[in-house]
């Protein structure tokens, strides 16, 4: 394969590996940062299964995202937390005058 068709990994970077953490991972951590995504909203098979079950089920939620979802809400009646993120306004386009 010729140098610069070859496709370039995360473990090409340096000598060591890419981490990606296990199903196990998420059920067993105590407590999970959670930023800009809301597992809960997609129902997925990783939050109903691993995040809420898992051998950690008291664990706490912590969610950085800009809007409250039903996911934030459950993880602060759980005593997690939501930590909003506020995004700085968007400047106003102006349309130069064609005078």
């Not at 473990?11 to 067993?28: L, Q």
């Amino acid at each position: 394969m010729r140098q610069h068709q070859r496709r370039h990994r995360l473990d090409d970077a340096g000598p060591w590996e890419a981490f990606a953490p296990r199903y196990e991972d998420w059920g067993a951590c105590e407590v999970l940062y959670l930023s800009g995504t809301d597992p809960f909203e997609t129902k997925s098979t990783l939050f109903t299964s691993w995040i809420m079950g898992g051998a950690q089920r008291d664990k706490r939620l912590i969610f950085a995202t800009p809007h409250r979802t039903m996911g934030v809400a459950g993880a602060e009646q759980r005593g997690g937390l939501w930590l909003p993120v506020i995004s700085a306004p968007t400047p106003c386009c102006t349309t130069p005058s064609l005078a």
